[in-house]
């Protein structure tokens, strides 16, 4: 097995409760990017951004702050009508997020949340939130899209409202510490197969866990809202396989994944006692390092990946 020096990725990993702390701090001083309570909302991002960009717009809606969608920067349906497009892009160069906003300059308000003020997001939006602070080495992403949520997240908390059973911040900055230390159990170490589950927010970050596994350690991994899960995706679940899930269970979940044979983790269901979902995926980030190190692979140089996506041109 080949032998890694701490890599990269584990230090931004293990960076993220200070970088969310810092996040809410600097919240003043977005305000210009972030939407206004009652404003229609589309958010959008590629590949992990794209996920805390569902995560996000759940969290905001059912916080009762406005209607919010989230779309994949290539897919948005420009037919529809919104008061404000936020866009999250680590870069600031991913081809699909600068077409869009650059369509609907001067038709929509526009923001960005971006860690590079030096890229074309910075013209393209009409108002940027930049997290230099929580900029990332690392081709894969941890802290930036956690501290761009965390940031997103404490907004909503300033406003007043955020769905029932969520956390205060402060608490999630704490479980992230938490996190760090936990033991992540052979179960999931030597597991052949997880699935990820959510609901609600949460399934957002049970797609980007599964990303995560993915892109750094080669693995299989699946994703599914909880409730949908029973519905064919437990026919892959058995002995040596985990269903992980994001936040609370649906009632008879648990035994329905005991009586195939596979393994439940629940380490964020607790509401006073287990993690903070967006605690828990750091958890999950890191079983992605250890198991990429685990077949030998680079977590901080993952296979057929780069840091942004910039399509040539015809």
Known sequence: MTTFETSRTSVEIASQPATWKQATECLANHAAAL??????????????????AQAYAELRESGGHGETDAFAASEFPHGRVYDRIVAITRSGTTTEVLDLLTRVKSTVATS??????????????????????????????????????????????SE???PAGTRPLTRAVQDAQRALDLPLGPEAVDAEQITFLGTGWTYGLALEAGLKMREAAGAWTEAYPAMEYRHGPISITGPGRVAWLFGPAPQGLADDIARVGGTFVSRSGDAAAGLDPLADLVLAQRLAVL????RGFDPDRPRNLTRSVILGTA
């Open 35 to 52: 939407p206004v309570r009652g404003e229609r909302v589309a958010v959008v991002g590629c590949g992990t951004s794209w996920f805390m």
């Open 112 to 157: 960005a949340l971006t860690a590079d003020p030096a890229t074309g997001v910075m013209r393209a939006a009409d108002a940027v939130a930049v997290l230099d602070f929580a900029d990332e080495e690392s081709v894969v992403q941890t802290r930036f899209t956690t501290a761009a949520l965390a940031l997103l997240r404490a907004h909503l908390e």
């Open 160 to 162: 007043g409202a955020l």
């Open 291 to 294: 198991r990429a190190e685990a």
